[in-house]
T-cell receptor, first 112, second 108 residues
Framework: NAGVTQTPKFQVLKTGQSMTLQCAQD?????MSWYRQDPGMGLRLIHY???????DQGEVPNGYNVSRSTTEDFPLRLLSAAPSQTSVYFC???????????FGSGTRLTVV | AQRVTQPEKLLSVFKGAPVELKCNYS??????LFWYVQYSRQRLQLLLR??SRESIKGFTADLNKGETSFHLKKPFAQEEDSAMYYC??????????FGGGTRVLVKP
């Protein structure tokens, strides 16, 4: 099992550009989430999904879109990148409530 | 809405000393609580789940519903325990909310 795989690991964008952060898991987990990690602010939930075809907003959803067409994949789209979106992004998955989440290795995004 | 508070941003202890990381939460329902650890430049790893009442790497955590706390403790800190620790609460709908994190530095 590869676990949770995120690509790319690093990315530099110019303000206004769009891009998609990829997340895939091979553990058949129903629940998947996207977080951003900023110094002094911990991890903040962007979007989450409780199954294929179902997504919902987290704490900081503005500027981001998600879709969940399959159980395995949960891509995060930045519509028009802004410097405030410079952060480390983590994807995570869980099989059920209370089991805990498995995290990917993260994507370090810089918007200039 | 749920909230997780970790009041200490940094804890510095000497090797062999006890360490306690505080975590307080607010949630109207019955919470699922976790501790995660992040070593330097690595991904987050699950350390403890309150439901399993286990001890991992010498760490334990007890859920106190009366005080709405889930403090993490280790009686004898080791240098390899230096890391960032996050307390997290899973609410209904499987939303996982994190505290701001506590950096632990274990000095030799």
């Amino acid at each position: 099992n590869a676990g949770v795989t995120q690509t790319p690991k690093f990315q530099v964008l110019k303000t206004g550009q769009s891009m998609t952060l990829q997340c895939a898991q091979d553990m058949n987990h129903e629940y998947m989430s996207w977080y951003r990690q900023d110094p002094g602010m911990g991890l903040r939930l962007i979007h989450y999904s409780v199954g294929a075809g179902i997504t919902d907003q987290g704490e900081v959803p503005n500027g981001y879109n998600v879709s969940r067409s399959t159980t395995e994949d949960f891509p995060l789209r930045l519509l028009s990148a802004a410097p405030s979106q410079t952060s480390v992004y983590f994807c995570a998955s869980s099989p059920r409530t209370g089991a805990g989440y498995t995290f990917g290795s993260g994507t370090r995004l810089t918007v200039v | 809405a749920q909230r997780v508070t970790q009041p200490e941003k940094l804890l510095s202890v000497f090797k062999g000393a006890p360490v306690e990381l505080k975590c307080n939460y607010s949630y109207s329902g019955s919470p699922e609580l976790f501790w995660y650890v992040q070593y330097s430049r690595q991904r987050l790893q699950l350390l403890l789940r309150h439901i399993s009442r286990e001890s991992i790497k010498g760490f334990t955590a007890d859920l106190n519903k009366g005080e709405t706390s889930f403090h993490l403790k280790k009686p004898f800190a080791q240098e390899e325990d230096s890391a960032m620790y996050y307390c997290a609460l899973e609410a209904a709908g499987n939303k996982l909310t994190f505290g701001g994190g506590t950096r632990v530095l274990v000095k030799p």
